[in-house]
């Protein structure tokens, strides 16, 4: 892949001094959910959205970047047993369990990013492990206070089960 050279810094970057407007939170929700409808509809899968990942240009423009654990969906899962592919605090139920992502594992995963730009922090902490297996146990918390609209799209794109998630251009 040659990608736009991106001298912005990343959304990490920007998440390091706290939360997002939600205006811009939407803009660069609405970047990302553009860039997978294209992938998705490549029968491509990113599998590591996280904000490290999406990078800015000079001009404030979003990319999504890092295919380097991408895979084309219903592909030979490639992994060894019991290793999950993707980083903890932003991977889907579905990798956690081992199960072969597709398409809505990079939909819950950019609900958490965004969910983390509204309230300033991951919403699963702790060593990879606690962070993985915490969604097993209870779904991501989106707090009352970011509004019904938010409440709503967060809640959607983190369902549990994939078949209830949107999809990336929903």
């Given amino acids: 892949l040659v990608l736009q050279l991106a001298t912005g810094g990343t959304l990490a970057d920007r998440l390091a001094t706290g939360s997002l407007l939600p205006s811009r939170v939407a803009e660069i929700g609405a970047g990302v959910a553009e860039v997978l ?4 509809a490549r029968g491509i899968v990113h599998r590591d959205i996280k904000p490290s990942n999406v990078l800015f240009d000079d001009e404030g423009e979003c990319y999504l970047a890092d295919f380097g654990v991408a895979r084309a969906m ?13 980083t903890a605090a932003y991977i889907a139920p579905e990798q956690v369990e081992d199960r072969s992502p597709g398409a809505p594992a990079d939909v819950y995963s950019l609900g958490l990013v965004l969910l983390e730009c509204m309230t300033g922090h991951p919403e699963y902490e ?22 019904p609209e938010w409440q709503a799209v967060l809640s959607a794109m983190t369902a549990t089960d994939p078949a209830g998630r949107p999809d990336a251009e929903e």
């Fill in 74 to 86: 219903n592909a030979a899962h490639l992994t060894e047993t019991n290793e999950f592919v993707g």
């Fill in 126 to 147: 702790g060593n990879e492990v606690e962070m993985a297996v915490a969604r097993l146990h209870r779904p991501p918390r989106v707090p009352s206070s970011l509004g």
């Fill in 37 to 40: 409808t294209y992938i998705h």
